[in-house]
């Protein structure tokens, strides 16, 4: 089993829709670790005292966050913002983001399998 942490929180719920499989794929840098990801593999998603078990049903890599966007669509990955824009705003912001012009990066496909959540979707509109 791999084991990402993940931002989850009610500006950024990226776990609450991973867990109704609306966000079907979780997007990371393509490091190393990232590459030696499987399919049929488990990840567990981890926030801050909850988490989303997953099988990853694909691995897609690209070379920059806007390839990435356009080739996986912006509600399959970030569907609470209104635009690809905003997607890519939000993955420039991460920590580590300006990595993707050396490594690339992956969209990790995931299906949940069981949930530890504390709020839903709901709690947050």
Do not use: W
Not at 60 to 66: A, L, P, Q, R, T
Not at 77 to 93: G, R, T
Not at 99 to 108: E, L, Q, T
């Amino acid at each position: 089993m791999h084991e990402l942490s993940i931002i989850n929180n009610k500006k950024l719920p990226f776990l609450q829709y991973i867990s109704l499989g609306i966000k079907k794929a979780e997007c990371r840098i393509a490091t190393n670790s990232i590459r030696k990801f499987k399919v049929g593999d488990e990840l567990l998603l981890k926030g801050k005292d909850e988490s989303v078990l997953c099988e990853i049903t694909y691995l897609h890599f690209y070379k920059s966050f806007e390839d990435m966007i356009f080739g996986e669509k912006t509600e399959n990955i970030v569907p609470f913002v209104d635009s690809d824009e905003e997607a890519l705003k939000i993955y420039k912001n991460f920590p580590g983001s300006q990595r993707v012009k050396s490594m690339g990066c992956c969209a990790i496909g995931v299906n949940p399998i069981k949930s530890s959540l504390k709020f839903t979707v709901d709690d947050i509109k």
